[in-house]
């Protein structure tokens, strides 16, 4: 029987559970991990999202018309960005100026309004993504804060239902639990769950050089901190959800094997995970090797790939940041020999009506518009269609003359997958050409498929 939900919110929790093949050896510990990147929002932060705005919401802090105002990495934002739209509320989100454009596009994307501040300052700095989200809910009536950083209610979204889910799709047969420190919200609340079934359950933390948590596990003192690349995971103070009596071992690890683990999950696994879920797969494979056979390893897998594919996923970037030096993973002509087109195009005079129907059949919003000679004239974008409609400057019986937009982000087959990237910077589509025909259009889309796999 198919299972139907009376909104998006209800879809959150039961991901997939699968194991890893590859990334270990026959004589290694057994790796599950934990597709959180499969709920709705794409990420584990939709469970507290919406448990925190049940709470708020029954107690009264959160009333009808208020704003939801918090300083997210942006999983988090997106997640609250999401229970914000189907429940009617605004929201405003502060995040560090290193997130990726991809985050930030998403937030807005979703409708909220998103402020960028410093990554390099302290978080008692008035400029931290911390303190301006809490100068923005002093100055915003009806508003409500969930503080996720230090919130209880974060600890018990994961104990309700995170911790509790992966219990049971093992039926309890797990030795070690493996993930990312961030908030601490996942560790602290399933890892709470684990000891209260198992106190035999080993917990591990997974912390980025430059983060403060391993430091502190260690010696109870909070130390200097230092920018780093990967997301989502480490902090620069001691978050009051991070509750570390559950914690049996904290492991630290750097960018560049974040990053690299994260492209060897998608390349050896089909898995399209992001940076941190890199860095945590890259401990449990380390715990693998040193436990041998016959012990089971449990990993969150945060959120995916998609918010990371002009960072991590793109090689350009991966040398400049000079974590990879290898030659770089292929050219266009790759991607269409692993996904063969059959190139859609208009035609000059043809009518607005026939162009839209070619559209709604084959599923794009942007066609080639080419000559009676087959040469290119230009490109028809689905929304200067919509807008020409709209506003009446012309009718479905009018040909696509007028709307037909010139042809850029042209490549060729021989361009680089990092070529492309930067194509991708200023263009939705690169159109490819060969001499002067043009053989097919290649969306970014077919560039994180041909990446995953």
């Known amino acids: 029987m198919k299972r139907v939900y009376d909104s998006v919110l209800d879809a959150i929790g039961n991901t997939p559970m699968v194991k890893l093949n590859k990334l270990v050896g026959p004589a290694d510990a057994t790796i599950y991990v934990k597709l959180e990147f499969m709920n709705p929002g794409g990420a584990v932060k939709d469970r507290m999202a919406v448990h925190i705005v049940n709470k708020a919401e029954k107690d009264g802090r959160l009333k009808p018309g208020g704003t939801i105002v918090e300083n997210t990495s942006g999983n988090t934002g997106f997640?609250?960005?999401?229970?914000?739209?189907?429940?009617?509320?605004?929201?405003?989100?502060?995040?560090?100026?290193?997130?990726?454009?991809?985050?930030?596009?998403r937030l807005k994307g979703m409708g909220a309004q998103v402020v960028v501040t410093p990554t390099n300052?302290?978080?008692?700095?008035?400029?931290?993504?911390?303190?301006?989200?809490?100068?923005?809910?002093?100055?915003?009536?009806?508003?409500?804060y969930p503080n996720q950083y230090h919130t209880p209610d974060n600890i018990e979204a994961h104990y309700l239902s995170t911790g509790p889910e992966i219990w049971d799709q093992l039926d309890g047969k797990m030795d070690y639990f493996v993930a990312g420190l961030g908030t601490g919200g996942t560790m602290s609340g399933a890892g709470k769950y684990f000891k209260e079934k198992n106190p035999k359950v080993q917990n591990v933390g997974v912390?980025?050089?430059?983060?403060?948590?391993?430091?502190?596990?260690?010696?109870?003192?909070?130390?200097?901190?230092?920018?780093?690349?990967?997301?989502?995971?480490?902090?620069?103070?001691?978050?009051?959800?991070m509750d570390f009596k559950v914690v049996d071992q904290v492991r630290q690890v750097d960018d560049r094997q974040s990053f690299v683990m994260a492209r060897r999950l998608a390349?050896?696994?089909?898995?399209?995970a992001g940076g941190s879920s890199g860095a945590a797969v890259h401990v449990a494979v380390e715990l693998a090797k040193e436990l041998g056979k016959g012990k089971t390893i449990v990993v969150v897998l945060p959120d995916s790939g998609n918010s990371y594919v002009t960072k991590y996923f793109s090689d350009e970037w991966m040398r400049d940041m000079?974590?990879?030096?290898?030659?770089g993973p292929g050219t266009i002509a790759d991607i269409l020999g692993k996904k063969p087109q059959t190139l859609v195009t208009a035609k000059k005079g043809e009518q607005i009506g026939q162009v839209i129907e070619t559209m709604k059949r084959h599923g794009i919003s942007q066609m080639p518009v080419l000559k009676d000679d087959g040469s290119a004239l230009g490109m028809i974008h689905e929304y200067d269609l919509l807008n020409g409609l709209v506003s009446g400057a012309v009718k479905k019986a009018d040909a696509i003359d007028a709307l037909v937009a010139p042809l850029d982000g042209v490549v060729t087959k021989e361009m680089t997958i990092p070529q492309l990237r930067q194509v991708f910077a200023q263009d939705n589509v690169a159109v490819v050409r060969d001499g002067q025909k043009i053989v097919?259009?290649?969306?970014?889309?077919?560039?994180?498929?041909?990446?995953?796999?």
């Open 79 to 105: 997640g609250l960005a999401m229970v914000a739209a189907v429940r009617g509320y605004k929201s405003i989100f502060t995040m560090p100026d290193k997130m990726s454009s991809e985050k930030i596009n």
């Open 207 to 241: 912390d980025p050089i430059g983060s403060i948590y391993t430091g502190y596990f260690k010696t109870g003192k909070v130390g200097d901190s230092h920018v780093y690349k990967v997301e989502g995971i480490g902090e620069d103070m001691v978050c009051g959800a």
């Open 440 to 453: 097919a259009v290649v969306t970014k889309l077919d560039l994180i498929e041909f990446l995953a796999g």
């Open 267 to 272: 390349r050896e696994e089909g898995i399209f």
């Open 121 to 144: 300052v302290p978080a008692e700095d008035p400029r931290s993504y911390y303190e301006t989200a809490k100068r923005i809910v002093k100055e915003t009536p009806n508003s409500f």
């Open 322 to 327: 000079g974590f990879l030096e290898e030659k």
